[in-house]
């Protein structure tokens, strides 16, 4: 199975904060990474797919990265709706697997 | 507007086992792949399976020998059934639509709410 490590695992940042989240694959993935959004409770939202494609309706804020084995995700200016729970995963294999969180939140 | 929405018990006894059904509308389970993850209290995301509009799958091989999952095409549903289950299977379990973009870009793009199951005696 391909592990997909994110960090950092947890992280404080103020409104208007540049966050950046890393994730790395244990094997080249090309830019099969899709980025997740969870909050509490609810199921989680596709940001990015293929690295670096924004869903529609996404905010232009999220940004992604990246190809083989190290990628990130970027949100320019925090919003006070952004702190949530982020996670990576990759699509390039069977089974699919994903990172194990970066929960950001409010300083 | 796709729309997916879990069903089944939200208690299951250890060694029974659980059986969902998702009910997909907004879009024909004729196309596309179609997925379950689960979510244990607190923890990450594991991805189960996948099953095609034709029927075929995709398990994940830590579950493999415990997992089915099948299509009832006329009732734009697909399901799951997990075997022998313990109290390591108690999970939110969501169902999910692989969505496709170029060539092999995959991705999870529409989920249903998710469903907690807890396995206890």
């Known amino acids: 199975d391909i592990q997909m490590t994110q960090s950092p695992s947890s992280l404080s940042a103020s409104v208007g904060d540049r966050v950046t989240i890393t994730c790395r694959a244990s094997q080249s993935i090309s830019s099969d990474i899709n980025w997740y959004q969870q909050k509490p409770g609810q199921a989680p939202k596709l940001l990015i797919y293929?690295?670096?494609s924004l869903r529609s309706g996404v905010s232009l804020r999220f940004s992604g990265s990246g190809s083989g084995t190290d990628f990130t995700l970027t949100i320019s200016s925090l919003q006070p709706e952004d702190f949530a729970t982020y996670y990576c995963?990759?699509?390039?294999?069977?089974?699919?697997?994903f990172g194990q969180g970066t929960k950001l939140e409010i300083k | 507007q796709v729309q997916l929405q879990e069903s089944g018990p939200g208690l299951v006894k250890p060694s029974e086992a659980l059986s969902l059904t998702c009910t997909v509308s907004g879009r024909s389970i004729n196309t596309y792949y179609w997925t379950w993850i689960r979510q244990p209290a607190g923890k990450g995301l594991e991805w189960i399976g996948r099953?095609?509009?034709?029927?075929?799958?995709n398990y994940n091989p830590s579950l493999k020998s415990r997992i089915n999952m099948s299509l009832d095409t006329s009732k734009n549903q697909f399901s799951l059934s997990l075997s022998s289950v313990t109290a390591a299977d108690t999970a939110v379990y969501y169902c999910?639509?692989?969505?496709?973009?170029?060539?092999?870009?995959?991705?999870?793009?529409?989920w249903g709410q998710g469903i907690l199951v807890t396995v206890s005696s």
């Open positions: 293929a690295a670096s």
């Open positions: 995963q990759q699509s390039y294999s069977t089974p699919y697997t």
């Open positions: 099953i095609s509009s034709s029927g075929r799958t």
């Open positions: 999910a639509r692989v969505g496709e973009g170029w060539g092999t870009v995959t991705f999870f793009d529409y």
